[in-house]
Protein backbone atom coordinates (compact mmCIF):
# COMPACT_ATOMS: atom_id res chain seq x y z
CA UNK A 1 0.00 0.00 0.00
CA UNK A 2 0.85 3.55 -0.44
CA UNK A 3 2.40 5.87 2.34
CA UNK A 4 0.15 8.42 3.11
CA UNK A 5 1.13 11.91 3.51
CA UNK A 6 -0.49 14.67 4.72
CA UNK A 7 0.37 18.16 4.91
CA UNK A 8 -1.36 20.27 7.06
CA UNK A 9 -1.74 24.07 6.65
CA UNK A 10 -2.07 25.65 3.52
CA UNK A 11 0.12 29.16 3.87
CA UNK A 12 3.08 29.38 2.81
CA UNK A 13 5.12 27.12 4.74
CA UNK A 14 2.64 23.86 4.22
CA UNK A 15 2.47 25.01 0.66
CA UNK A 16 6.07 24.80 -0.04
CA UNK A 17 6.62 21.66 1.62
CA UNK A 18 3.52 20.12 -0.50
CA UNK A 19 5.18 21.50 -3.60
CA UNK A 20 8.34 20.30 -2.98
CA UNK A 21 7.51 16.73 -1.98
CA UNK A 22 5.16 16.47 -5.02
CA UNK A 23 8.52 17.18 -6.70
CA UNK A 24 10.40 14.67 -5.24
CA UNK A 25 7.73 11.61 -4.71
CA UNK A 26 7.03 8.74 -6.25
CA UNK A 27 3.30 8.74 -6.85
CA UNK A 28 3.41 4.67 -6.86
CA UNK A 29 4.93 4.88 -3.41
CA UNK A 30 3.24 7.48 -1.87
CA UNK A 31 0.00 9.39 -1.56
CA UNK A 32 0.27 13.21 -1.16
CA UNK A 33 -2.49 15.47 0.16
CA UNK A 34 -2.08 18.74 1.41
CA UNK A 35 -5.37 20.03 4.03
CA UNK A 36 -6.17 23.66 4.27
CA UNK A 37 -9.23 25.70 6.01
CA UNK A 38 -9.37 28.10 2.36
CA UNK A 39 -9.81 26.78 -1.31
CA UNK A 40 -6.66 29.44 -1.63
CA UNK A 41 -3.55 30.38 -0.53
CA UNK A 42 -4.02 33.99 1.09
CA UNK A 43 -0.93 36.20 0.75
CA UNK A 44 -0.81 37.55 3.71
CA UNK A 45 1.40 40.71 2.81
CA UNK A 46 -1.05 41.73 0.35
CA UNK A 47 -4.07 40.97 1.80
CA UNK A 48 -2.75 43.30 4.49
CA UNK A 49 -2.21 45.98 1.83
CA UNK A 50 -5.72 45.75 0.82
CA UNK A 51 -7.45 46.08 3.87
CA UNK A 52 -5.98 49.92 4.17
CA UNK A 53 -5.97 50.75 0.19
CA UNK A 54 -7.47 50.10 -2.72
CA UNK A 55 -4.39 51.45 -4.42
CA UNK A 56 -2.75 48.43 -6.35
CA UNK A 57 -5.50 45.98 -6.60
CA UNK A 58 -3.89 44.04 -3.53
CA UNK A 59 -7.15 42.11 -3.46
CA UNK A 60 -6.93 40.67 -6.60
CA UNK A 61 -3.35 38.59 -6.15
CA UNK A 62 -4.09 38.00 -2.36
CA UNK A 63 -5.73 34.96 -3.21
CA UNK A 64 -3.65 32.36 -4.76
CA UNK A 65 -5.58 29.61 -6.24
CA UNK A 66 -3.76 26.22 -5.81
CA UNK A 67 -4.28 24.89 -9.34
CA UNK A 68 -0.88 24.82 -10.10
CA UNK A 69 0.73 23.90 -6.77
CA UNK A 70 1.42 20.24 -7.32
CA UNK A 71 4.13 19.17 -9.82
CA UNK A 72 2.69 16.97 -12.61
CA UNK A 73 -0.38 16.96 -10.52
CA UNK A 74 1.14 15.01 -7.85
CA UNK A 75 -0.72 15.61 -4.65
CA UNK A 76 -4.28 16.17 -3.85
CA UNK A 77 -5.99 19.40 -1.72
CA UNK A 78 -8.58 19.06 0.86
CA UNK A 79 -10.22 21.00 1.95
CA UNK A 80 -11.33 21.52 5.65
CA UNK A 81 -10.42 22.33 9.47
CA UNK A 82 -8.93 19.96 11.65
CA UNK A 83 -10.11 19.55 15.26
CA UNK A 84 -8.09 16.56 16.11
CA UNK A 85 -5.10 14.48 15.45
CA UNK A 86 -5.28 10.72 16.55
CA UNK A 87 -1.78 9.73 16.57
CA UNK A 88 0.10 6.00 15.39
CA UNK A 89 -0.98 3.03 17.62
CA UNK A 90 1.29 0.41 17.08
CA UNK A 91 0.76 -0.63 13.63
CA UNK A 92 -2.29 1.28 12.28
CA UNK A 93 -2.05 4.57 10.83
CA UNK A 94 -2.49 8.29 12.56
CA UNK A 95 -5.85 9.95 11.67
CA UNK A 96 -7.01 13.77 11.15
CA UNK A 97 -10.33 14.77 12.44
CA UNK A 98 -12.16 17.30 10.91
CA UNK A 99 -14.98 19.93 12.29
CA UNK A 100 -17.39 17.93 10.22
CA UNK A 101 -16.56 14.76 11.38
CA UNK A 102 -14.92 13.23 8.33
CA UNK A 103 -11.20 11.42 9.22
CA UNK A 104 -8.13 11.13 6.89
CA UNK A 105 -5.63 8.84 7.77
CA UNK A 106 -1.72 9.30 7.37
CA UNK A 107 1.50 7.35 7.73
CA UNK A 108 3.80 10.71 8.13
CA UNK A 109 2.37 14.38 9.11
CA UNK A 110 2.93 17.57 8.45
CA UNK A 111 1.85 20.05 10.58
CA UNK A 112 2.30 23.87 9.48
CA UNK A 113 -0.87 25.70 10.65
CA UNK A 114 -0.18 29.13 10.60
CA UNK A 115 -1.34 31.69 12.67
CA UNK A 116 -4.56 32.76 14.41
CA UNK A 117 -4.56 36.30 13.95
CA UNK A 118 -7.65 39.21 15.31
CA UNK A 119 -9.09 42.47 13.95
CA UNK A 120 -8.07 43.75 10.04
CA UNK A 121 -6.11 40.40 9.73
CA UNK A 122 -8.60 37.91 10.70
CA UNK A 123 -9.56 36.78 7.15
CA UNK A 124 -12.46 34.21 7.15
CA UNK A 125 -12.30 30.73 5.09
CA UNK A 126 -14.08 31.18 1.62
CA UNK A 127 -12.93 34.33 -1.06
CA UNK A 128 -16.37 35.76 -1.05
CA UNK A 129 -15.95 36.28 3.09
CA UNK A 130 -12.73 37.50 2.97
CA UNK A 131 -13.35 40.28 -0.51
CA UNK A 132 -16.10 41.67 2.06
CA UNK A 133 -13.79 41.52 5.11
CA UNK A 134 -11.43 43.38 3.21
CA UNK A 135 -13.72 45.77 2.02
CA UNK A 136 -14.85 46.34 5.46
CA UNK A 137 -12.03 46.77 6.76
CA UNK A 138 -10.82 49.21 4.28
CA UNK A 139 -14.02 51.49 5.04
CA UNK A 140 -13.02 51.37 8.94
CA UNK A 141 -9.11 52.87 8.08
CA UNK A 142 -10.59 55.19 5.22
CA UNK A 143 -13.08 57.03 7.97
CA UNK A 144 -10.59 56.58 10.87
CA UNK A 145 -8.81 59.99 12.47
CA UNK A 146 -5.91 57.92 13.39
CA UNK A 147 -4.35 54.23 13.57
CA UNK A 148 -2.35 52.37 16.55
CA UNK A 149 -0.91 49.52 15.55
CA UNK A 150 0.93 47.56 18.47
CA UNK A 151 3.62 44.87 17.74
CA UNK A 152 7.04 45.03 15.63
CA UNK A 153 6.77 42.02 14.19
CA UNK A 154 6.61 41.49 10.36
CA UNK A 155 2.62 41.75 9.88
CA UNK A 156 2.81 45.33 12.40
CA UNK A 157 5.97 46.55 10.36
CA UNK A 158 3.82 45.39 7.25
CA UNK A 159 0.97 47.16 8.53
CA UNK A 160 2.64 50.62 9.20
CA UNK A 161 4.19 50.85 6.36
CA UNK A 162 1.01 50.28 4.17
CA UNK A 163 -0.64 53.28 6.20
CA UNK A 164 2.40 55.50 6.43
CA UNK A 165 2.44 54.74 2.58
CA UNK A 166 -1.35 55.65 2.32
CA UNK A 167 -1.08 59.01 3.98
CA UNK A 168 0.92 60.43 1.45
CA UNK A 169 -1.48 59.55 -1.53
Not at 58 to 76: C, S
Not at 93 to 117: C, K, M, Q
Request: charge should be positive; proline fraction near 4%.
Amino acid sequence: ARKQIVVVGGGFAGATVARTLSKKLDRTKHKLTLVTSRPYLLNLPAAISATVTAEGGFEKIAMIPYDKLFHNDNGTIKVGRVNAVQPSDGGERGHLIFSNGETLAYDILVLAPGNNWSGPISFPDSQEETVAHIEAWRKKFQDAKSVVIIGGGAVGIGMRLVCILRSFV
